[in-house]
């Protein structure tokens, strides 16, 4: 059987890998359709310079890397010379050193280089400008036009039908579905449409009335006349100055960064055969040019021989666009993909189609992890912006965004008023840890790169909840209404959520894999609350039957945590049935920090008084307000797994540690081989931050998902993937942080006992 029928909008060089993909998956009624000429579009793949980076801090963006690297080296559209990323601060040296970090973790070999080996690697550069630099020998540079010419030629010989110069006018829809789409000449039935269709993406979604975030912006690039290169060098990218080289034969192509932001408007891209390859701006390119010429002096001696300000696409994130849209089923999406991540994305795009469900996790690039707040074309904009000046430059996992208070929480002026510093999780603004606090009386010390973003304070914050009570915003968490049949969620769960009550359960996909780690909370007899993630919302909404409605309330409602060994006396001082005071109030028994307690949820417009309520009732028992730091550093502790961090569809709850979320008679029948273990780190003053390798017995066994410091435990922990026979407790590990490894030993959980076990 064919399969159904495929239109895909863009012969680049990634609609022409997902022709390749889905053909070679047996779907092979495949019609691509490109507005440009066949197979120099014109678009970015046209002008791409085709770097292939494989290591980052995201496993989901190395593996992609990693399978474009592979099968464009299998096509013969793949040079594989490395890449050599210099540093010119201690800065940036030590970022490479966790940049080496990273790849350890993930399977790419590399090294860390000294600045002679980096000049006999690139003989052209001035060693006495670097201090060092990592060189990945598996990088390279793709030929962009041929590879996608080779997968269009793999998949015409499938079945698959490839027509240029034929511009889509119109996508067709019937209700919801999307029917197929128009040209000027031609209509194309179909029973899925992908957009494939590059920085034109946002106008193929405004011809099928659906929002595509991303935002068209210019990429300044230019090849020099001969400067005494050769084809053999290496990719070098100098992050410090937002420049990236490589060699064309004597001549060598480099890109900026570094320039000021030039966010494009379609309307102004030219009607020609190159519309992505804009008039070069002179002006904003000179920092640049004095930048690489420092770096490689002989490029003051030679002359530009092109230069264009190229158009790519960026997101709010920097991370792709792929998936369904929930606006128009049977409307995918493949949009801001680099020629880095094209042949990778294109086979998890197609898995995900044929399959239901992607081989790979890609929550991360998922293109409804937005909020419908972040599609907003302003928010886009500003965000994308921020993402595209940070591409090469250092992205801690904790540095603050470009758009702040989009999401406000109702606590937020209480907040503010304590002293809050906020911190940005998915549009919303919560506490980090609160000023008027007091650091304790002995502050341990912390390197440079784990200080960042962190406050003593936590450590005060967190000592409070193991020892009296403390409240928490847990308002960033997404809140699902459910109403129909128990049924139905019983259905998607690895839980019967059919009895009354408060379970916590695995949120699967019926076309198969774990989506999610979600509470779910019986109401009344047809109605629920799902506390989770956005990407769950989107499942239910998807899956959710005639009779069944699914409603994010997220947005109306708010909640508190509140924690701790007096917790339990404060909450049955306030309780009256179903209300906290004068507030109608959910209270959910749950607890991620390990200290009993409860959830506490309400509308909006009760916020303040919830806050205040708790607030002043709990001032005897000696509450506090904490932030996220002191949360993750208890949550940890307690051995609680975060979804997306810890672990994600790919894993198996049992290796996770979740048996308890199975059903009985699930239990596989085989011990699996890795385990997600708990880790006592000596304390030297160093936390790592996550994606760390571990190493036993000199060799890389597993990575770091998360960490913290352990205020009650006394010392760095973290949560680690290990296999089954290291995941023993009081077996020693080692963690590479950077230029250094630290000790650990893996340890029973919870790391911590209660404070009320210990009474007891």
């Known amino acids: 059987m064919?399969?159904?029928?495929?239109?895909?909008?863009?012969?680049?060089?990634?609609?022409?890998?997902?022709?390749?993909?889905l053909t070679g998956q047996g779907w092979t009624d495949v019609t691509v359709l490109e507005q440009g000429p066949l197979f120099s579009t014109g678009g970015s793949s046209s002008h791409s310079a085709g770097l292939i980076v494989q290591t980052s801090p995201s496993r989901t963006l190395s593996r992609l890397a990693r399978y474009t690297a592979d099968k464009y080296a299998e096509l013969g559209c793949f040079s594989p010379v490395g890449s050599l990323e210099v540093a010119a601060t201690p800065e940036r040296l030590a970022e490479l050193h966790r940049r080496f970090g990273f790849g350890q973790s993930w399977g790419i070999g590399s090294a860390v280089l000294d600045p002679a080996a980096c000049k006999e690697l690139f003989p052209l550069l001035d060693p006495a400008r670097i201090l060092g630099g990592l060189h990945v020998p598996s990088d390279g540079v793709a030929a962009p036009v041929r590879a996608a010419e080779a997968q269009a030629a793999r998949a015409a010989s499938r079945g698959a039908r490839f027509i240029g110069n034929e511009r889509v006018v119109a996508v067709l829809r019937q209700g919801d579905q999307v029917s197929g789409v128009r040209s000027a000449d031609a209509a194309y039935p179909a029973d899925v449409v992908i957009s494939c269709a590059g920085f034109w993406g946002p106008a193929v979604g405004e011809l099928a009335g659906v929002a595509v975030p991303m935002l068209p912006m210019a990429h300044q690039f230019v090849r020099t006349t001969a400067v005494g290169a050769s084809a053999g060098l290496p990719v070098l990218r100098h992050p410090d100055r937002g420049l990236y080289l490589r060699a064309y034969g004597e001549h060598l192509g480099v890109g900026a960064y570094l320039h000021e932001p030039l966010p494009v408007d379609l309307a102004d891209v030219p009607e020609d055969n190159r519309p992505a390859m804009l008039p070069f701006t002179s002006g904003t390119f000179k920092q640049s040019?004095?930048?690489?010429?420092?770096?490689?002096?002989?490029?003051?001696?030679?002359?530009?021989?092109?230069?264009?300000?190229?158009?790519?696409?960026?997101?709010?994130?920097?991370?792709?666009?792929?998936?369904?849209?929930?606006?128009?089923?049977?409307?995918?999406?493949?949009?801001?993909?680099?020629?880095?991540?094209?042949?990778?994305?294109?086979?998890?795009?197609?898995?995900?189609?044929?399959?239901?469900?992607?081989?790979?996790?890609?929550?991360?690039?998922?293109?409804?992890?937005?909020?419908?707040?972040?599609?907003?074309?302003?928010?886009?904009?500003?965000?994308?912006?921020?993402?595209?000046?940070?591409?090469?430059?250092?992205?801690?996992?904790?540095?603050?965004?470009?758009?702040?208070?989009?999401?406000?929480?109702?606590?937020?002026?209480?907040?503010?008023?304590l002293g809050a510093v906020f911190g940005e999780v998915d549009g919303w603004e919560l506490p980090l840890w609160y000023a008027t606090n007091p650091p304790p009386e002995e502050i341990r010390s912390r390197d440079d790169w784990s200080a960042r973003h962190w406050s003593p304070i936590a450590e005060t914050e967190?000592?409070?909840?193991?020892?009296?009570?403390?409240?928490?915003?847990?308002?960033?968490?997404?809140?699902?209404?459910?109403?129909?049949?128990?049924?139905?969620?019983?259905?998607l769960t690895s839980s019967d959520v059919s009895q009354d009550g408060v379970t916590r359960t695995l949120l699967l996909d019926p076309a198969g894999g774990i989506r999610g780690d979600v509470t779910v909370a019986r109401l009344a007899e047809d109605r629920f609350l799902v506390i989770g993630g956005p990407l769950d919302l989107d499942l239910l909404r998807r899956r959710a039957p005639a009779g069944v409605t699914v409603r994010d309330v997220t947005g109306?409602?708010?909640?508190?945590?509140?924690?701790?060994?007096?917790?339990?006396?404060?909450?049955?001082?306030?309780?009256?049935?179903?209300?906290?005071?004068?507030?109608?109030?959910?209270?959910?028994?749950?607890?991620?920090?390990?200290e009993p307690g409860a959830e506490i949820y309400t509308e909006a417009q009760y916020g303040l008084r919830l806050w205040d309520t708790i607030g002043e009732a709990g001032r005897e028992a000696g509450l506090v307000a904490a932030g996220r730091l002191a949360y993750e550093s208890l949550r940890i502790e307690n051995g609680r797994r975060a979804w997306g961090v810890d672990l994600t569809g790919e894993d198996d709850p049992y290796q996770a540690g979740l048996e308890a979320l199975v059903r009985p008679g699930a239990r596989p029948a085989t011990l699996p081989d890795r385990r997600l273990a708990s880790l006592r780190i000596e304390d030297t003053g160093e936390v790592p931050l996550g994606g760390e390798p571990v190493y036993a017995g000199g060799f890389v066994v597993g990575h770091v998902t998360s960490a913290a410091y352990g205020w009650t435990a006394g010392a760095p922990i973290a949560l680690a993937w290990l296999p089954a026979a290291l995941s023993v407790p009081g077996t020693q590990v080692e963690i590479g942080y950077f230029d250094r490894r630290l000790l650990a030993t893996v340890a029973a959980e919870p790391l911590v006992e209660p404070m009320e076990n210990k009474r007891g």
């Open 2 to 21: 064919p399969g159904p029928k495929v239109v895909v909008i863009g012969a680049g060089i990634v609609g022409c890998a997902l022709a390749d993909e």
């Open 289 to 417: 040019w004095s930048a690489v010429a420092e770096l490689i002096p002989s490029l003051s001696r030679t002359a530009l021989e092109e230069a264009f300000n190229g158009v790519l696409a960026v997101t709010a994130d920097g991370f792709p666009l792929l998936g369904e849209s929930r606006e128009l089923r049977g409307l995918w999406i493949a949009g801001a993909v680099s020629v880095t991540h094209s042949a990778g994305a294109a086979k998890a795009l197609a898995e995900w189609l044929v399959d239901g469900y992607p081989g790979i996790d890609l929550h991360e690039c998922d293109l409804n992890r937005f909020d419908p707040g972040r599609f907003a074309p302003a928010y886009v904009r500003r965000a994308a912006t921020r993402a595209y000046t940070s591409t090469l430059g250092i992205v801690h996992p904790q540095d603050p965004p470009a758009v702040r208070n989009l999401r406000l929480s109702p606590f937020h002026p209480r907040q503010a008023e």
């Open 462 to 491: 967190a000592r409070q909840t193991r020892k009296r009570v403390a409240v928490y915003d847990l308002t960033g968490q997404t809140r699902i209404e459910v109403t129909g049949p128990a049924s139905f969620l019983t259905g």
């Open 556 to 594: 109306g409602t708010c909640g508190l945590g509140v924690w701790g060994p007096r917790a339990p006396d404060l909450l049955r001082s306030l309780r009256s049935g179903g209300y906290l005071g004068m507030v109608p109030v959910t209270v959910l028994p749950l607890s991620a920090v390990g």
